[in-house]
């Protein structure tokens, strides 16, 4: 059993930065962070292999954020930089307990969410 648990959301104004952060317990392989914003589906924001060579986005955020971990201490992050109101959203993070790299689809443990809200 893995327990993923976030920290970091906050309120910040457009243009501005958030840093998240995932603490994991338990074995985990790739991880990613996707977020839900309200009326709208989950949707994939970041993903990043096991060794943390190999990283993938969502268009909407290439360029703005960087998902990045540190295995010695289990813990996942995703700086997110020039925040927009379309960011606004609970943010989760996701592991894969399976396979080395990203497949968002085998994602099977989450955390409860962080909330992201960004004002214009």
């Known amino acids: 059993q893995v327990q993923l648990v976030e920290s970091g959301g906050g309120f910040v104004q457009a243009g501005g930065s958030l840093r998240l952060s995932c603490a994991a317990s338990?074995?985990?392989?790739?991880m990613g962070w996707l977020r839900q914003a309200p009326g709208k589906e989950r949707e994939f924001v970041a993903g990043i292999s096991w060794s943390g060579g190999v990283t993938k986005y969502a268009d909407s955020v290439k360029g703005r954020f960087t998902i990045s971990r540190d295995n010695a201490k289990n813990t996942v992050y995703l700086q997110m930089n020039s925040l927009k109101p379309d960011d606004t959203a609970v943010y989760y993070c996701a592991a894969d307990r399976t396979y080395a790299n990203i497949r968002p689809s085998s994602y099977d443990s989450w955390g409860q969410g962080t909330q992201v809200t960004v004002s214009s």
């Open positions: 338990g074995r985990t392989y790739a």
